[in-house]
Each structure stands twice: as C-alpha cells, then as structure tokens.
C-alpha cells in the first residue's frame, strides 16, 4: 500500500534537472508532495488531484498519470535550497471509509556548487 | 511557521520516566497526526484523530503510547516508562479533511532524548 519512490537518492551540480517518480500498485485519488530539509519538519510542496493534472511553482513541478498510477517530480535548474529529502504520499481510503495520507520512503536529493 | 506548534522542542529523560508532548494545530483543522521520525527515515505514522475521535493508531504502537485530543482542538502524546528506542523525532501534523486532499501542515517536531 506504500507508495515507491525512485531513485532513493540523486546527487546533483546546481543547475542540473532531476526526476523523483512515485508509483503505487493502489488506485491514486490524490498525490502530495513534501520536502524535508535536514533537522527540519516536512514541508507541504503540492497536490495533484486528477489524472493528467500538472502543477508547479518556481522550477518545481510535478505531473500525475492516474492511469498509470504515478506521480514525477520535476525539479529544474536545480538550486542549493532544493537539497533535502523529497516524499510523495497517496490518499488511501481505510475501511471505515476514512481517507488517510500514506507516505512514501523518501528520495535524498543532494545539490551541490 | 505552518500555525502547527509543538511544546517543548526538545526532551531529555531517562530511561522509565514518563514524557508528554502537546500538539497545538491550526484552529480550523479537524484532523491531527502524530508521527515518529528517526533520522534517515520517513516519518512513522503513530495514530490520528478527526475532531475528537481517535480514528486509527499504529499497530506497531505500544501500550505505552497513548493520545489524547479531548475537545478536538489540542492534543497531548504520553509516553510511559520511556525506553532509549523511544529516542527520535515526534511530529505533529494537522489537516482539513475534505474531498480527500487531507494536505497536512507539521509542526516543529519534538526531538525526544531518553538516556
């Protein structure tokens, strides 16, 4: 029911494009992505509610193929602050009926000068 | 700042003392969470409320934990008889459940140290 995240880590030079994909074997009602900077609590990055749907503030981005049942992340001209570690969750619906979010393992993304 | 707040921020206990944390979420969120996170992990679901309800809590949680969240506002996370595996970040999240987004907002976290 967790969500996979792919890769587990990515090491970049600033300016450099990376890909952070999460993918589920459970229909997707929604995909939420979070970063987490070191010593820091998690940080609500954005929501993609149907498939097709893309998003994306600053160089950040993300698309959500329902049929598929994947989300990617995309991070672009990468900058020094975007260093940290990156979760996806997925909405599961339990069997009383309530939604829960269920996080994923994490991507480390490290950029460096 | 998210609005969430957590007290205190930091722990120190020994071994077999009791801990309590508090979770202050944002006024009009009717779902809270607490999670445990130990470094290079995820963070590991604990248990949950929607307003007052506890609606789930983790098998993986021992009967030494319990939550309360008594008029669905604050809550409070006890831990008895502290063990030093109990050491690790304790984070609170709250959310606004609705339509299934449940986008939580965390606050600082509590860094508990169990000697």
């Known amino acids: 029911q967790q969500p996979v995240q792919s890769p587990q880590a990515v090491i970049l030079r600033e300016g450099e494009d990376a890909v952070i994909n999460c993918s589920s074997s459970?229909?997707?009602?929604?995909v939420h992505w979070y970063r987490q900077k070191h010593g820091e609590a998690p940080v609500f990055l954005m929501i993609?509610?149907?498939g097709g749907e893309q998003k994306g503030h600053d160089k950040i981005s993300a698309s959500f193929n329902e049929k598929k049942q994947q989300s990617s992340l995309y991070l672009t001209a990468s900058q020094l602050s975007y260093s940290g570690t990156y979760f996806c969750?997925?909405?599961?619906?339990?069997?009383?009926?309530?939604?829960?979010?269920?996080w994923g393992l994490g991507t480390s993304l490290a950029v460096n000068p | 700042d998210t609005g969430v707040s957590q007290d205190p921020r930091h722990k120190i206990t020994k071994r077999g003392q009791n801990v309590t944390f508090r979770c202050d979420p944002i006024?009009?969120?009717?779902?809270l969470y607490w999670y445990r996170q130990t470094l290079g992990q995820g963070p590991e679901f604990l248990t949950y409320?929607?307003?007052?309800?506890?609606?789930?809590k983790s098998r993986l949680l021992s009967d030494r934990f319990s939550a309360e969240r008594p008029k669905g506002s604050f809550s409070t996370l006890e831990i008895q008889r502290t063990e030093q595996g109990d050491s690790a970040m304790y984070l609170c999240?709250?959310?606004?459940?609705?339509?299934?987004?449940?986008?939580?907002?965390f606050g600082p976290g509590t860094r508990l140290t169990v000697l």
């Open positions: 999240a709250s959310s606004l459940e609705a339509g299934g987004t449940d986008t939580q907002y």
């Open positions: 006024s009009e969120h009717n779902r």
């Open positions: 409320f929607q307003n007052e309800a506890q609606l789930e």
């Open positions: 459970k229909a997707l009602y929604s």
């Open positions: 993609l509610l149907k």
């Open positions: 969750g997925t909405v599961l619906i339990n069997a009383g009926n309530n939604r829960k979010l269920i």
